[in-house]
């Protein structure tokens, strides 16, 4: 699927792809947030923008431990804490591998989920980042189960991952800072599983080769 040059090529993507929506993202967070979500994400992503070119020889687990170390630290707020355990979790699923498969990244998305889940107590409909993770994982697995391609596989958890971050604006939030808000909540996206959909839209789109 991916070697470690491309790993770090999808990185910087996803880095460009934050800045790139960084205001909508932080206009997300307005009504239900510290309206912030893309400023934080933009400050972190920059910081690990800055670091790439001295990982360039490291394998892709270690690549994805840097990854989220630099975002637990320069990332505010809940988002920091758990976008960096999501990176280092993912790392830790592939220990020394330079070259990542399908199967490799439906197991670093699975270890992403769990790390997400146990940092932030949450689960599927408590409108979080993870009602766009779940979903799309289930969705690239059943691609993959089915025989089809990794291109198409990342099509499938692209379009679950927005099609969860939509699940969750008639949702009242338990968790976070947006559960303060309670049933004011409702007719908002989740700022966090918005991001999370744009990463794994840059993800398919660096993968496939697109501008």
């Not at 790993?7 to 997300?28: C, G, N, P």
């Not at 758990?82 to 670093?108: C, E, H, Q, S, W």
């Not at 994982?137 to 379009?159: I, M, P, R, W």
């Amino acid at each position: 699927m991916a070697d470690n040059g491309k790993i770090l090529e999808i990185i910087r993507a996803v880095s460009q792809t934050i800045e790139a929506h960084k205001d909508y993202l932080t206009e997300l967070d307005q009504p239900i947030g510290d309206s912030d979500h893309g400023i934080n994400m933009a400050r972190g992503f920059e910081a690990v923008d800055a670091k790439l070119a001295s990982m360039a020889d490291k394998d892709v687990g270690t690549i994805f431990k840097n990854v989220g170390m630099t975002l637990v630290s320069t990332v505010g707020g809940a988002s920091g804490p758990l976008y960096g355990t999501a990176f280092m979790r993912a790392g830790m699923a592939v220990p020394g591998k330079m070259t990542i498969d399908m199967n490799d990244f439906l197991k670093m998305l699975e270890a992403a989920i769990e790390g997400v889940k146990a940092r932030g107590h949450a689960d599927v409909g408590a409108a979080t980042m993870l009602d766009a993770m779940v979903p799309s994982l289930d969705a690239a697995k059943t691609a993959a189960g089915e025989g089809k391609s990794s291109g198409e596989a990342l099509d499938a958890c692209v379009d679950a991952s927005w099609k969860g971050a939509e699940s969750t604006k008639p949702m009242v939030a338990t968790k976070g800072r947006a559960s303060y808000v309670g049933e004011r909540g409702i007719g908002h996206q989740d700022p966090g599983a918005t991001s999370y959909s744009y990463i794994m839209e840059a993800v398919r789109d660096t993968f496939k080769g697109k501008d």
